[in-house]
């Protein structure tokens, strides 16, 4: 029988320092979770704005939305409306620069009418730049409204 009881006791201790040694590691390392915050996430950094653009004077008119420093602006959103005021065609555009390299969006067209677009969309303009808002007719007066909402985007 002590053959019997001293197997059973070295079995017995053996488990005991090797799975408790194991439990007790694994019990002092603990992991904990990172906490990590995008910083490009749209929600942290939105904006909205809305304009008057025309002229009584010219056919043509344009107004200019800085773009901050370090911060790519997107375009998510707009709402516009051109209109002739003497009775013809309006054009509406928003120009941005990305790379070095000017667009122009046409936003609106009108023929002799006052109707609104409104359209969800991905524009997008460089750090340091300026969007243009223009409006233009074929007559001698123009304008228009619009509302933009989107984001800014951190470039390092």
């Known amino acids: ?16 320092v090797t799975f408790g040694a194991v439990s007790g590691i694994a019990n002092a390392v603990t992991v904990q979770p990172a906490l990590v915050r995008d910083v ?3 929600a942290l950094q939105p904006f909205q704005l809305s304009m008057v653009v025309g002229s009584i004077t010219s056919g043509t008119q344009a107004a200019y939305i800085p773009v901050p420093a370090g911060k790519r ?4 959103y707009y709402s516009a409306q051109a209109q002739d005021w003497t009775g ?7 120009g941005t620069t990305v790379g070095g390299v000017f667009v122009s ?10 109707n609104q677009v409104t359209q969800a969309t991905k524009i997008y ?7 243009q ?6 007559a001698g007066s123009c304008g228009g409204l619009i509302s933009i909402s989107g984001h800014y985007v951190n470039i390092p």
């Open 1 to 16: 029988m002590r053959i019997s009881i001293s197997r059973f006791i070295a079995v017995l201790c053996f488990s005991v």
């Open 73 to 76: 602006m997107v375009i998510d």
């Open 40 to 42: 490009d996430e749209g």
């Open 133 to 138: 808002i223009f409006v233009a007719t074929n």
């Open 88 to 94: 013809g065609a309006a054009l509406m555009t928003i």
């Open 105 to 114: 969006y046409i936003v609106y067209v009108n023929a002799n009418t006052s």
């Open 125 to 131: 303009a460089d750090p340091g730049t300026q969007v």
